[in-house]
C-alpha cells in the first residue's frame, strides 16, 4: 500500500505555525519529486512585484472604507504610472492590495490571497505542489477545489503536523534569529554564544516581532477556528488525512523521512 511516488500530482500539509511543517515538507518534496508552494513566500513574490514600482504615496487613497472595496484595478494602474514597463500589471495591482491590508495590519481577505494563490499554481509547469500555508479557512479550501478540478489534478492526501498549543508558544517564544545571516537559533536546543551573538557572523541575535507570545496566540486561534474547519471540510471530500507527531523525541533527518512515510503507508 502507500502512495506511489510517481502518481502523486499535490500534497497538502497542515499544522499550526509553529509545529514543524518544514521538515516534513522536505521530505515530501524529496521523495515524491514536488515542489514547496507556500503562502509566505506567495505574499513575499506579491509584495515584491508592487514594490518594484517604488510608489510613494498613500495606500489607503485606494481604498473605499464606506463600501469595503479597493477603487477599480484600472484607477489603480492609472494612479500607478506607464504601466506599459511591467511585464505583470495584474501582480502589480494585487501586490498592492495585499500590502494595503499587512500594512493596515488587517487579515487579507481570502478573495486577493486566493487570486495570488490560483495564478501560481496554475502557472508552474512542475509535477505538482507541496502546499504549505494554504488552505488557511473553508472559502480558501473551497477555491483549491475547484483550481483542482479545473487543472485535472488531484489531491492526493493531507498531512497533519500535530503539536501542543502550549508546548509550541515555549518552543517558538525561544527562538531567535540573527539579522545578518538569518541563522536560527533557540536558546534552551541550539542556544547562541553566551553573549548572545550569532555563532556563525558574530551579530547579536533577536527575537522577530512574529514570535511574540500574544502573536503566536493569535495564529493558534486562527488555526483552532477556521483551519481545523476546514480540515474537517478536506476530509468530507473522502481526501485521505494522515498524521505526525510534530515533536519527536530524537531528531534526525531519516527518523523525520520515517515518521513521515510509515505515516502514508497507512493510506
Ligand atoms: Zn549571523
Not at 29 to 46: A, C, I, K, N, P
Not at 167 to 189: L, S
Not at 201 to 225: A, N
Request: with cysteine; glycine share 8%.
Amino acid at each position: 500500500m502507500g502512495l506511489e511516488a510517481g502518481k502523486i500530482s499535490n500534497l497538502l500539509v497542515m499544522g499550526k505555525s509553529g509545529a514543524g511543517k518544514q521538515p516534513r515538507i522536505d521530505v515530501l518534496v524529496r521523495e515524491f519529486d514536488l515542489d514547496q508552494l507556500s503562502t509566505g513566500d506567495l505574499f513575499r513574490t506579491y509584495l515584491k512585484k508592487f514594490e518594484e514600482v517604488d510608489f510613494e504615496g498613500d495606500l489607503s487613497s485606494f481604498y473605499d472604507e464606506e463600501t469595503d472595496s479597493f477603487v477599480s484595478d484600472e484607477e489603480i494602474l492609472w494612479s500607478l504610472g506607464p504601466v506599459a514597463k511591467w511585464d505583470d500589471p495584474q501582480g502589480v495591482v494585487l501586490g498592492l492590495k495585499a500590502k494595503y491590508f499587512v500594512e493596515s495590519g488587517k487579515f487579507v481577505p481570502d478573495s486577493i490571497t486566493n487570486e495570488m494563490f490560483g495564478t501560481v499554481f496554475k502557472s508552474k509547469e512542475c509535477r505538482g505542489w507541496v502546499l504549505d500555508g494554504y488552505p488557511r479557512t473553508v472559502a480558501q479550501t473551497e477555491n483549491l477545489l475547484n483550481l483542482v478540478v479545473e487543472s485535472g489534478s488531484n489531491i492526493d492526501a493531507v498531512l497533519i503536523v500535530e503539536g501542543d498549543d502550549d508546548e509550541i508558544v515555549a518552543r517558538t517564544t525561544g527562538r531567535r534569529i540573527c539579522p545578518n545571516c538569518k541563522k536560527v537559533y533557540h536558546i534552551e536546543f541550539k542556544p547562541p554564544s553566551k553573549e548572545g551573538n550569532c555563532t556563525h557572523c558574530g551579530t547579536p541575535v533577536i527575537r522577530r516581532s512574529d514570535d511574540s507570545e500574544e502573536k503566536i496566540r493569535s495564529r493558534l486561534e486562527e488555526f483552532h477556528t477556521k483551519t481545523e474547519l476546514s480540515i474537517k471540510f478536506l476530509e468530507h471530500q473522502g481526501i485521505p488525512i494522515v498524521k505526525v507527531p510534530g515533536n519527536l523525541s530524537e531528531y534526525s533527518r531519516e527518523i523525520v523521512r520515517k515518521s513521515v512515510m510509515d505515516a502514508f503507508d497507512a493510506i
